[in-house]
């Protein structure tokens, strides 16, 4: 099979596998605190990373780093996982499972805003108007389509859910300069993120769960949103011609993710949602779009 091919199944496979997370966020939700499911999928990620490292025959790196690169790891860690998923589950806690999806899917544009004042890279017409046309998706999706009624879906919701973009963001321009392998890496983050996790979930919530259903979505969690398919992603960059080949395909998993709401949680999927979710694709894919070069 070719390189292309390849990367094709791995990009679709990714695609699959993130598309369903949504559902199995508010799913385990029903069984656990924010913190706990965040707590349960942090250790299943770090099994899972430690799992695909020694399989791999590179575990030993996570040894072979200096102080300054651990300390990095220790902030990421803090930021992501920590922060970001305790912000963006209290986030689907509180919103239905369409209206935060669509929300936090709002962070590739955070991250071209957020470059400009902390990379020094500049703006142009083109990310003006893919702002423009996302941010009216999220208005909609947020009022229910009553352009008038901002209450229509819990405020502080919707703002962890817009929150967490920028979390989000503000990681991964963090890691741009992160030269490391990037599985190790990952795990490293999860590995110094444990303790404040278990520390959060001692402090304000319980250590204990008595929900099979809960700890089975947690580790759902923790395999196919923070652990494997982050794996699987990079196999399909690494195998493609050039990344926009397979780059595009992450945009089918926001509307495949609301069939699975739909069938899995039971959500009817309201109007609203719909055109706010084409909106925000729409806007992104206009950020996406490069003008084509002069001979």
């Known amino acids: ?21 949504a559902s199995a966020f508010k799913l ?24 695909i490292l020694v399989i791999q025959g590179r575990f030993s790196s996570i040894f072979s780093y200096t102080r300054r690169q651990y300390v990095h790891s220790l902030v990421l860690g803090f930021i ?27 962070w590739a544009l ?31 999706i947020s009022t229910h389509g009553d352009i008038g009624n901002l209450t229509a879906s819990d405020p502080l919701g919707v703002a962890l ?8 963001s503000l990681y991964w321009i963090y890691n741009t300069r992160d030269a490391r392998d990037p599985v190790a890496s990952l795990l490293l983050n999860f590995l110094f993120a444990l303790p404040f996790i278990a520390l959060y979930c001692l402090v304000f919530s319980d250590l204990r769960v008595s929900s099979l259903q809960g700890l089975l979505g947690a580790a ?16 399909a960059l690494r195998l493609s011609e050039n990344t926009a080949k397979v780059g595009y395909l992450i945009f089918f998993s926001p509307f495949l993710s609301l069939i699975f709401i739909h069938v899995l949680v039971g959500e009817d999927i309201m109007k609203s949602t719909f055109i706010g979710l084409v909106l925000i694709v729409g806007g992104l894919i206009i950020q996406q779009i490069r003008p084509a070069r002069r001979a």
């Open 1 to 21: 099979m070719k390189d292309q091919s390849r990367a094709y199944l791995f990009g679709i496979a990714t695609v699959l596998l993130w598309s369903t997370v």
């Open 28 to 51: 385990s939700l029903n069984y656990l605190a924010p913190i706990q499911l965040l707590l349960y999928s942090c250790v299943t990620s770090i099994l899972v990373l430690s799992a």
């Open 80 to 106: 992501n996982p920590f922060l970001y998923y305790l912000v963006l589950f209290k986030a689907y806690d509180l919103l239905p499972a369409q209206v935060a999806q669509p929300l936090n899917y709002t």
């Open 110 to 140: 955070t991250l071209a805003f957020l470059s400009i004042p902390l990379l020094k890279q500049t703006i142009g017409v083109r990310e003006i108007c893919a702002g423009l046309v996302c941010y009216c998706g999220v208005v909609i």
């Open 161 to 168: 859910a817009l929150g967490s973009t920028v979390i989000w």
């Open 220 to 235: 759902y969690v923790g395999l196919f949103e923070m652990g494997i398919t982050f794996v699987l992603w990079l196999n």
